[in-house]
Nanobody
């Protein structure tokens, strides 16, 4: 079992930046992937980015490519999401997720992740 705790959400103006952090409750040596999803009001949960903890491969959904960067720190058991050039459409609750296995190729699927954080609100004002 792994508990995940997100931090770093908040209110920011359009064009601004935020850094989200996800801390795991124990070492992540047996986890293969950690990532971020988001859910805006009235919308389905959407995969944003993930990283393979051993290989370092990264995936980003098209709408955040070039603006968001996912970074792992295995020594600290954390994964962070640096979000730059934020837009109002990035407003959502952001969830950290993790799993023992490599996710399916292509778009991120929530069903591929067993462990979830409680979420942190990101609001981008226009």
């Amino acid at each position: 079992q792994v508990r995940l705790m997100e931090s770093g959400g908040g209110l920011v103006q359009s064009g601004g930046s935020l850094n989200l952090s996800c801390a795991a409750s124990r070492d992540t040596l047996d986890l293969t992937a950690m990532g971020w999803f988001r859910q805006a009001p009235g919308k389905e949960r959407e995969g944003v980015a993930y990283i393979l903890l051993m290989a370092g491969n990264r995936y980003y959904t098209d709408s955040v490519k070039g603006r968001f960067t996912i970074v792992k720190d295995r020594a600290k058991n954390t994964v962070s999401l640096q979000m730059n050039s934020l837009k109002p459409e990035d407003t959502a609750v952001y969830y950290c997720a993790a799993d023992f296995f490599r996710p399916s190729p292509g778009d991120m699927l929530a069903k591929d992740y067993e462990f979830w954080g409680q979420g942190t609100q990101v609001t981008v004002a226009s």
